[in-house]
């Protein structure tokens, strides 16, 4: 019942309240962690370490798939684009969106804001960023916001707020010039952009960092494991035997001659002499040093497959080869990083009413997909060839600037003509020749 008082309402004594001042009328609130820890699930991991958005960027390979996702989709130029029936899109300049998404606020650039809402997105499946109006309502800034600091509160009456809770002095100065978040604390549900991850409770995103926590804090402690034996235990490389009994002086004597004949780069490929019959014998790895690296590339392999990243892309380059890798890094974009933007597109859609306005927020791909020079060469030789393309165009994306003229129109192959024409492109007759031309 707790669970669906929460979801569905107030408890009893919460609904009986009927104060009209609005901190009264707001029960408590909910992080994304909270909404499924009555489903059992433990704050820490079993080995002991907590997972947050910090300690998990620990991990490398954690580390190394969010910069990854954050910075691919922030290096997408995008932008607001109008579509009118039966022309093509063109950039929507007027609107207030437009320069919006180039510098949402006066402290950071475009590529700066969907980099640190995207870090956000991955780690704990939502970003957050309140929305700024002027007296008119019209949206002036956009202020990224760590989803660990918000909360969704759930009025009497049903409306939803959001509740930012932090100590940085920087976010409350901001945050003042909301006049409802100074006045009340809060920040109405529409006035919060929300780009929300996979969800089971269809109002905040499942955190990824907090479902998969023993997979990172595996990885983790693995990390920490191996620190502390290079620490603590570290083997050396080998031991000096005899069958002859020496001396504490003379066995010290013959371990420094013989780490200073053999060890450091100077040494390499040096030959020893050695004196008292003495061999040496080295330590290899065993059985359990090597299950215990296997087990560090098996959780390489569990992170890669939670944010669903390429091994080739993680530095894992085992099974890549040079024809897999093309196939794969198209398979990123298609099934990991368009999941992304497409989510980014549909809220702003959603937050703005961009759609009945015929408008849309693009990205562009294309300096991901970009190939080599010779095939972008040869693929503008056939769109050119096909009149998919003037040469001014293939100019203009290989880097040149554009001729005009001829070089500006589409060129049609001259071996081509309707259906039903003759070669010289004339369609009357279904193919046969004028009347007025004497038929052999």
Same mark, same amino acid.
């Given at each position: 019942?707790?669970?669906?008082?929460?979801?569905?309402?107030?408890?009893?004594?919460?609904?009986?309240?009927?104060?009209?001042?609005?901190?009264?009328?707001?029960?408590?609130?909910?992080?994304?962690?909270?909404?499924?820890?009555?489903?059992?699930?433990?704050?820490?991991?079993?080995?002991?370490?907590?997972?947050?958005?910090?300690?998990?960027?620990?991990?490398?390979?954690?580390?190394?798939?969010?910069?990854?996702?954050?910075?691919?989709?922030?290096?997408?130029?995008?932008?607001?684009?109008?579509?009118?029936?039966?022309?093509?899109?063109?950039?929507?300049?007027?609107?207030?969106?437009?320069?919006?998404?180039?510098?949402?606020?006066?402290?950071?650039?475009?590529?700066?804001?969907?980099?640190?809402?995207?870090?956000?997105?991955?780690?704990?499946?939502?970003?957050?960023?309140?929305?700024?109006?002027?007296?008119?309502?019209?949206?002036?800034?956009?202020?990224?916001?760590?989803?660990?600091?918000?909360?969704?509160?759930?009025?009497?009456?049903?409306?939803?707020?959001?509740?930012?809770?932090?100590?940085?002095?920087?976010?409350?100065?901001?945050?003042?010039?909301?006049?409802?978040?100074?006045?009340?604390?809060?920040?109405?549900?529409?006035?919060?952009?929300?780009?929300?991850?996979?969800?089971?409770?269809?109002?905040?995103?499942?955190?990824?960092?907090?479902?998969?926590?023993?997979?990172?804090?595996?990885?983790?402690?693995?990390?920490?494991?191996?620190?502390?034996?290079?620490?603590?235990?570290?083997?050396?490389?080998?031991?000096?035997?005899?069958?002859?009994?020496?001396?504490?002086?003379?066995?010290?004597?013959?371990?420094?001659?013989?780490?200073?004949?053999?060890?450091?780069?100077?040494?390499?490929?040096?030959?020893?002499?050695?004196?008292?019959?003495?061999?040496?014998?080295?330590?290899?790895?065993?059985?359990?040093?090597? &299950? +215990?690296?296997? @087990?560090?590339?098996? /959780?390489?392999?569990?992170?890669? #497959? =939670?944010?669903?990243?390429?091994?080739?892309? *993680?530095?894992?380059?085992?099974?890549?080869?040079?024809?897999?890798?093309?196939?794969?890094?198209?398979?990123?974009?298609?099934?990991?990083?368009?999941?992304?933007?497409?989510?980014?597109?549909?809220?702003?859609?959603?937050?703005?009413?961009?759609?009945?306005?015929?408008?849309?927020? &693009? +990205?562009?791909? @294309?300096?991901?997909? /970009?190939?080599?020079?010779?095939? #972008? =060469?040869?693929?503008?030789?056939?769109?050119? *060839?096909?009149?998919?393309?003037?040469?001014?165009?293939?100019?203009?994306?290989?880097?040149?600037?554009?001729?005009?003229?001829?070089?500006?129109?589409?060129?049609?192959?001259?071996?081509?003509?309707?259906?039903?024409?003759?070669?010289?492109?004339?369609?009357?007759?279904?193919?046969?020749?004028?009347?007025?031309?004497?038929?052999?």
């Amino acid at each position: 019942m707790k669970l669906l008082s929460r979801w569905f309402g107030q408890d009893e004594e919460a609904v009986s309240r009927e104060e009209p001042a609005f901190k009264t009328a707001v029960e408590r609130s909910y992080s994304p962690d909270e909404w499924y820890s009555e489903f059992g699930r433990a704050e820490n991991s079993v080995t002991g370490i907590h997972v947050s958005q910090a300690t998990a960027l620990n991990a490398s390979a954690v580390m190394a798939a969010v910069t990854m996702l954050a910075e691919d989709v922030a290096k997408l130029p995008w932008s607001l684009w109008k579509s009118e029936e039966g022309q093509a899109k063109t950039e929507a300049k007027g609107h207030f969106l437009y320069d919006l998404l180039q510098e949402p606020n006066e402290w950071q650039n475009g590529l700066e804001f969907r980099e640190i809402l995207q870090v956000g997105l991955i780690l704990r499946g939502n970003a957050y960023a309140p929305i700024f109006r002027t007296p008119r309502g019209e949206p002036y800034r956009l202020f990224p916001i760590n989803p660990d600091w918000v909360s969704l509160w759930l009025a009497n009456d049903g409306k939803l707020f959001w509740r930012i809770t932090t100590a940085d002095l920087f976010t409350q100065s901001v945050m003042s010039d909301h006049p409802f978040y100074a006045a009340t604390g809060m920040i109405p549900y529409e006035d919060m952009l929300h780009i929300r991850g996979f969800s089971v409770s269809g109002l905040v995103g499942a955190s990824r960092i907090s479902l998969a926590r023993e997979t990172i804090a595996l990885g983790l402690a693995q990390e920490q494991q191996a620190a502390r034996w290079m620490a603590n235990a570290a083997k050396p490389s080998g031991m000096l035997t005899t069958e002859q009994k020496l001396g504490t002086d003379t066995a010290k004597r013959l371990a420094l001659d013989f780490k200073e004949a053999s060890a450091g780069l100077q040494n390499s490929g040096k030959v020893i002499v050695g004196e008292q019959g003495l061999k040496f014998v080295a330590f290899g790895m065993t059985s359990s040093d090597l &299950e +215990f690296i296997t @087990s560090r590339k098996f /959780q390489i392999e569990e992170i890669a #497959r =939670i944010f669903r990243i390429p091994m080739h892309m *993680m530095g894992e380059l085992t099974r890549s080869t040079n024809n897999n890798i093309a196939q794969q890094a198209q398979e990123y974009i298609n099934y990991t990083l368009t999941g992304y933007t497409n989510r980014w597109r549909a809220k702003f859609s959603q937050c703005f009413g961009l759609r009945g306005d015929n408008l849309s927020i &693009e +990205f562009d791909y @294309s300096a991901l997909t /970009q190939a080599d020079i010779t095939s #972008r =060469i040869n693929n503008w030789r056939t769109m050119v *060839m096909s009149a998919l393309g003037t040469s001014d165009e293939a100019r203009v994306d290989l880097g040149y600037a554009p001729k005009g003229g001829e070089a500006a129109e589409l060129r049609y192959p001259q071996n081509m003509a309707a259906a039903g024409s003759q070669s010289t492109g004339n369609g009357d007759g279904g193919g046969r020749p004028p009347s007025d031309e004497p038929q052999t």
